[in-house]
C-alpha cells in the first residue's frame, strides 16, 4: 500500500512538473507574440511545397523527416477549415503560401513544444533508469524537474525548428541504448537502431547517438562482430534512408547541399571562433545554473572513477553528440539541445545520490530543512531565469511595434531602404518576399499551376499593404548603409536597425550621413542593458542571461524622406502578383532568357493592366531588340498615367541620347533631378550633357552639387577637379584632385590628373613626384 501511495504521489509529482514546463514554454506562443526567428519561415514553405505530389523537398540542408511530419500536421489544418468554409486545396494553400503563413507556424510552434514536454518526460525516463528506477522515483522526478525549467531549453522549445525534436529522439535513443546493459535480444539492439535512425532523419547530427548504442554493447563485453551490433547499425541505415528517401533518389541535390552545411559549419559566420568548450560554458552551463553544472561535472568524474556503467553509456552519447555540434566554428546555442536532457539525468542521479548520503548522517530534524533547502538551490536559478525567459519571449518586439507603425503611416507600395542585415528586418509585406514564394513555388509545381495560383489569389486581398524594400540578396552588400541606395531607389523611408547581435549592425560614417539626408520620424528602443548576454551567432533577440532588457529586438529607427514621397498604390492580391511576375521578367533578362521574361511579363499585364513596372520592363525589353519606337511608347503611356515616374524620365533620356537628341536628354534629366535633387547620379548625368554642349558654369554647379552630396565619393572630386582644371582653375582643382587620392590611392589616373594641375600651377617637383606615385601604382596592378 505505501508502495502504491508512492506511486501515486510520484505521478502528481509527474504530472505538475509537466504543467509546469508547458506552461513556461507556451506562455509566449499562447498569450503573447513570441519573437520570431529568421529560419521558422522555412518551417512552413518546404512542407506545403509537398502537396505539389512531390515528396521529395529538393532541399537537403536538413534531412526530409521533420518537413513530412510538418506537411501531416498542415493537412490537418486543411481539414480542420475545410469542414467549417467551403475552401478547395489549392486555394488553401494559395493562401497559406502567399498571403497568411502564420497559422502553420504556429501548428509547427505547437508540434515543438508537444515534442518539449516529451523530452522532459524522457529525460525523468533516463534519471530514473540511472538510478533503477521509474520515472516517478525521486531521481526521475529532479531529472525530469530539471529538464521543465532548463533556461536553453525553454528559450529555444518554442520555435519552428528541427533541434526540439531531435532532442527528443536523441534521448529516447539514449534511453534504449541505456536498456542494452540489461537487455541484449536482437528485438532491443534492433529498436536502438530504429531511434539512431529515426534522430539522424531529424537532423543529421543525430547519427551521433550512435556511441551510446556502441559504448552499452563494449561495456557489457559483447563481441565487436556481434551480429545484433551490425544488425543495429543496418536498422539505422535503413530507417534514415526510409524517413529522408530522397537523400538516395536525389543524392546528387543532397551531396551538394550536404557539402555545403559541412562548408558552412567548418568556416563559421562573422568570422567568430567560439572555440570547442563553447557548448560547456555557454548552453550546458546557463541551462541549469553554476549549481547543477558543477553537480553535472561531477557525477561524470565519479562515473568515469567508479566505472559506472549506465553513466558511461550517457557519456559516451554526450561526448558524441558534444563532438558533432563543436568540431566547425559555427556554433549556434541551440546546438546544445539534445545534450540538455542527457545533463538532467546524470546531474538528477548524482544529486540523489548526494541527498541520499547526506540523509544517512543527518538527524530526522534537519532532514526536513536541509533536503528541501538544496533542492531549492538547485532548482531556484533556472526557474527563475525560465521564468524572464518565458515573460520575455511574450513581450512585443521592437520589430513588431515598427510594423505596425509602418502599417498606419507609410502609404502602401512606398519603397522603403532597409538597412542593418536580414535577420533583423521589420517584417512588414513586400514584393520581394513574395517574388522569393512565386519563384519557389513554381520551381516545385506542375506546369500551369502559375495560372491556377492566379485564379486562386484573386479573390483574396491582403489584410496589410504591401511595400518594396531596397536590400534584399543581389545587393547584401549594402545592408549596412547605402546614401547612393536610399537616391537611386528613391526611398521615401529609410528603416536601420541596431543590435550587439551582428545581424543588425549599421556603418557608422553612413549612420552619420544619413542624419543629413533624412528626418528622423520613429524609434523603437529595447533598453538593452550591457549585462545582457546573446548567441551572437544565431539572429534571435532573446538573451541567454541577464533580462535587464525591456523588450526583444533591435533598436529601430525609421526616417522619411519627403522628397521621394509617393501616392498610396493598390496592394490587392492581383496587383502584388502582377508586381511579383513583372519582377520575374526583369530576372529572366538578366538571366537572357528571353522567352520566359515575355510569359512573365504577358501573365503580369493581364493579371493587372495598371501595373506601372510592367511597363517599364516592356520599354527595356523592346530596347534590347532594337525597337525604339515602341520603347518610347511605353515609356510615354507610363508618364501619361504617372507624370512624376523618373524612371520613366530617365528611360526617355536614354532614348534621346540614342538619336543624338542632346536638348533633349538634358530636359528629361533636368525633370528627373528637379524630382530626385539628391540623387548625385542623376545629377552627374545631367551635369556631363551640359559640359557637352559648352554649358560650363552649369554643370560646374552640378558638380559641386555632387561633391556636397557625396563628399567621400572619389568620382565626383575627379569630375569635378578635371572640369576646373580644364576650365584653367588650376587652383580650385587641384584640392578636389588631391581629395580624390586620398578616398582611392589606388587610381593611376587621379595622380596623373593631379600632376597636371601642378604642371599649370608651375609645381614642377611636386607634378614630377605624382607622376611616380602613378607609375608606381601601374606597377603594382600588372
Not at 166 to 171: K, L, R, S
Not at 513 to 528: C, I, N, Q, S
Amino acid at each position: 500500500m505505501a508502495h502504491g501511495m508512492a506511486s501515486r504521489r510520484g505521478a502528481l509529482a509527474l504530472v505538475a512538473i509537466l504543467v509546469s514546463a508547458a506552461t513556461l514554454r507556451a506562455w509566449g506562443v499562447w498569450f503573447g507574440e513570441l519573437v520570431w526567428h529568421p529560419d521558422e519561415s522555412f518551417m512552413v514553405i518546404y512542407p506545403l511545397n509537398l502537396f505539389s505530389g512531390d515528396l521529395n523537398p529538393h532541399v537537403f540542408y536538413y534531412p526530409s523527416l521533420h518537413y513530412y511530419e510538418l506537411g501531416l500536421l498542415y493537412a490537418l489544418d486543411f481539414l480542420l477549415q475545410s469542414l467549417t468554409s467551403d475552401v478547395g486545396l489549392f486555394d488553401w494553400i494559395a493562401s497559406r503560401y502567399f498571403i497568411d503563413a502564420v497559422p502553420l507556424r504556429d501548428l509547427a510552434r505547437w508540434l515543438s513544444i508537444v515534442y518539449a514536454l516529451g523530452t522532459v518526460v524522457l529525460a525523468g525516463v533516463l534519471g530514473g533508469r540511472l538510478a533503477a528506477g521509474p520515472v516517478t522515483s525521486v531521481p526521475g522526478l529532479l531529472a525530469a524537474a530539471l529538464m521543465a525549467v532548463n533556461t536553453v531549453h525553454v528559450r529555444q522549445s518554442p520555435l519552428a525548428a528541427v533541434d526540439t525534436p531531435m532532442a527528443f529522439w536523441f534521448t529516447a535513443a539514449a534511453v534504449a541504448s541505456l536498456r542494452l546493459l540489461r537487455t541484449d535480444t536482437r528485438r532491443d539492439y534492433a529498436l536502438a537502431g530504429v531511434l539512431v535512425g529515426v534522430t539522424a532523419a531529424i537532423k543529421y547530427p543525430g547519427a551521433a547517438c550512435c556511441l551510446g548504442v556502441v559504448a552499452a554493447h563494449a561495456l557489457s563485453r559483447r563481441r565487436f562482430l556481434d551480429v545484433r551490433l551490425w544488425l543495429s547499425g543496418g536498422v539505422a541505415l535503413a530507417t534514415f534512408i526510409a524517413l529522408s528517401p530522397y537523400v538516395l533518389l536525389d543524392f546528387s541535390t543532397f551531396s551538394d547541399h550536404f557539402l555545403f552545411q559541412m562548408d558552412h559549419a567548418e568556416a563559421g559566420r562573422f568570422g567568430h571562433e567560439a572555440g570547442r568548450l563553447f557548448h560547456l560554458g555557454n548552453g550546458l552551463l546557463y541551462g541549469l545554473g553554476p549549481v547543477a553544472w558543477v553537480a553535472w561535472l561531477s557525477t561524470c568524474c565519479w562515473a568515469v572513477i567508479y566505472r559506472h556503467l549506465g553513466h558511461l553509456v550517457v557519456l559516451a552519447s554526450t561526448l558524441g553528440m558534444y563532438a558533432a555540434i563543436s568540431w566547425g566554428d559555427l556554433v549556434f546555442l541551440r546546438y546544445v539541445m539534445p545534450l540538455l536532457p542527457l545533463q538532467a539525468a546524470v546531474t538528477g542521479d548524482g544529486v540523489c545520490r548526494v541527498l541520499a548520503a547526506l540523509r544517512d548522517r543527518l538527524p530526522v530534524s534537519r532532514r526536513r530543512v536541509v533536503l528541501p533547502v538544496a533542492v531549492s538551490l538547485l532548482m531556484a536559478q533556472p526557474l527563475l531565469a525560465s521564468i524572464q525567459v518565458a515573460g520575455f519571449s511574450s513581450r512585443r518586439d521592437t520589430r513588431t511595434l515598427a510594423r505596425d507603425w509602418f502599417h498606419e503611416h507609410v502609404p502602401a507600395g512606398s519603397s522603403y531602404c532597409n538597412f542593418g542585415g536580414w535577420a533583423g528586418d521589420v517584417q512588414v509585406h513586400t514584393y520581394e518576399e513574395q517574388w522569393w514564394r512565386l519563384n519557389g513555388f513554381l520551381s516545385i509545381w506542375p506546369e500551369g499551376a502559375q495560372a491556377h495560383l492566379a485564379e486562386a489569389l484573386a479573390p483574396l486581398d491582403p489584410q496589410t499593404p504591401f511595400y518594396s524594400k531596397a536590400v534584399r540578396n543581389a545587393n547584401q552588400e549594402q545592408e549596412r548603409g547605402s546614401v547612393e541606395l536610399i537616391h537611386e531607389r528613391q526611398c521615401a523611408y529609410v528603416v536601420t536597425h541596431e543590435h550587439p547581435l551582428q545581424y543588425s549592425t549599421i556603418d557608422t560614417s553612413f549612420a552619420g550621413r544619413l542624419a543629413a539626408e533624412a528626418t528622423l520620424v520613429a524609434r523603437f528602443d529595447p533598453g538593452l542593458r550591457d549585462g545582457d548576454v546573446f548567441d551572437t551567432m544565431d539572429g534571435y533577440y532573446v538573451p541567454i542571461t541577464g533580462f535587464d532588457t525591456e523588450r526583444p529586438g533591435p533598436l529601430v529607427s525609421i526616417w522619411e524622406i519627403p522628397a521621394y514621397s509617393t501616392p498610396p498604390q493598390s496592394t490587392s492580391q492581383r496587383h502584388v502578383f502582377s508586381r511579383v511576375l513583372s519582377q520575374m521578367a526583369v530576372n529572366s533578362l538578366q538571366d537572357a532568357d528571353r522567352a520566359a521574361a515575355e510569359e512573365a511579363l504577358r501573365a503580369a499585364t493581364i493579371f493587372d493592366p495598371s501595373n506601372e513596372h510592367a511597363l517599364l520592363v516592356e520599354s527595356r525589353m523592346h530596347w534590347d531588340v532594337g525597337n525604339m519606337t515602341m520603347a518610347e511608347e511605353r515609356l510615354a503611356e507610363l508618364l501619361r498615367r504617372n507624370p512624376m515616374a523618373t524612371r520613366a524620365m530617365q528611360g526617355m533620356a536614354i532614348l534621346a541620347a540614342a538619336r543624338s537628341d542632346t536638348a533633349g536628354v538634358i530636359e528629361w534629366m533636368e525633370d528627373v533631378c528637379r524630382r530626385r535633387p539628391r540623387d548625385a547620379d542623376a545629377l552627374r548625368q545631367l551635369a556631363d550633357w551640359n559640359w557637352q554642349v559648352g554649358d560650363r558654369d552649369r554643370a560646374l554647379s552640378l558638380w559641386r552639387r555632387v561633391v556636397e552630396l557625396r563628399p567621400w565619393v572619389a568620382r565626383g572630386h575627379l569630375d569635378l577637379g578635371f572640369a576646373l582644371l580644364q576650365s584653367e582653375a588650376y587652383g580650385q582643382a587641384l584640392p578636389h584632385l588631391e581629395r580624390a587620392i586620398e578616398i582611392a590611392p589606388d587610381s593611376v589616373a587621379y595622380y596623373r590628373q593631379a600632376a597636371m594641375a601642378r604642371d599649370a600651377l608651375g609645381e614642377r617637383e611636386l607634378a614630377a613626384e605624382l607622376r611616380r606615385q602613378a607609375n608606381s601604382v601601374e606597377d603594382s596592378l600588372r
